[in-house]
């Protein structure tokens, strides 16, 4: 239930939010879960990324949220500005590369790839015609 997606705890450092994402949650439909599993994919890609450089996971000075990541779910848990965590999320999962196509790290798209994600993304129902 929506009511259960946020929990607050306070810390002596402020509060702390956790954020919860479940694909059986009765209230998503299928781009919900699509987009749980976009952001899986993602932060198991950084994970991986920090494995391969023989480094250790993330910390809070380098990402300002950590996660946890199962076969059913996403948990989020971060202190401060929800829109830094938003921010560096974005930042992380999207990029812009010459000559304007969407790049997603996770997803490994060569050039073609990026300009077919790119090219569908820009024919959602979600862009209007004066963003493109």
């Known amino acids: 239930m929506i009511q259960n997606w946020v929990r607050l705890r306070l810390s002596r450092r402020g509060i702390v939010r956790k954020f919860t994402l479940s694909i059986f949650d009765p209230n998503f439909l299928l781009p919900h879960r699509a987009?749980?599993?976009?952001?899986?994919l993602v932060l198991s890609d950084l994970e991986s990324q920090q494995r391969q450089r023989h480094q250790a996971p993330l910390t809070w000075h380098q990402a300002p949220l950590t996660w946890q990541v199962t076969d059913e779910s996403v948990e989020l848990?971060?202190?401060?500005?929800?829109?830094?965590?938003?921010?560096?999320?974005?930042?992380?999962?999207?990029?812009?590369k010459e000559p304007g196509y969407l790049n997603v790290p996770a997803l490994k798209l060569d050039e073609q790839g990026q300009y077919s994600f790119t090219r569908g993304v820009l024919?959602?129902?979600?862009?209007?015609?004066?963003?493109?």
């Open 77 to 96: 848990q971060w202190q401060g500005k929800d829109k830094d965590v938003v921010r560096w999320l974005l930042n992380k999962t999207y990029q812009i």
């Open 35 to 40: 987009g749980i599993a976009g952001l899986a």
């Open 123 to 132: 024919s959602t129902f979600l862009q209007h015609n004066k963003q493109r």
